[in-house]
């Protein structure tokens, strides 16, 4: 069957259990499993981060609503709402400069 996801209403659903987690994060992967993509909604509170990790390989970000910062060695970005970019392939970490949702997509 076939799902149809709308992400200011996903992501605001995740953010408020984002804001009631004491990591100020929350996820949800809407696809994923059987697929060889991955799709999963984050929602970071302000100043919440995901801390230094590896690149999932080929991935993008997509920031649904708020602001965030990716960082890594050599570099970083700022995106705001509906901006997207691809994941460095190297370790990485992001931060959340406003209440954030971003939609994470991994290719396998």
């Not at 953010?15 to 993509?37: E, N, P, Q, V």
């Not at 970083?76 to 990485?92: D, N």
């Amino acid at each position: 069957m076939t799902e149809i996801w709308s992400l200011p209403v996903t992501g605001a659903e995740q953010l408020d259990k984002a804001r009631d987690s004491s990591s100020g994060r929350s996820a949800l992967t809407i696809s994923g499993g059987r697929h060889r993509l991955r799709q999963t909604i984050i929602a970071l509170t302000k100043g919440a981060s995901l801390a230094d990790h590896d690149s999932p390989g080929d991935a993008t970000l997509q920031v649904v609503t708020g602001r965030i910062r990716l960082e890594w060695a050599d570099g970083e970005l700022i995106l705001g709402e509906t901006e997207l970019a691809t994941i460095p392939p190297q370790r990485h970490s992001l931060l959340a400069l406003a209440d954030a949702v971003v939609l994470l997509t991994i290719a396998r």
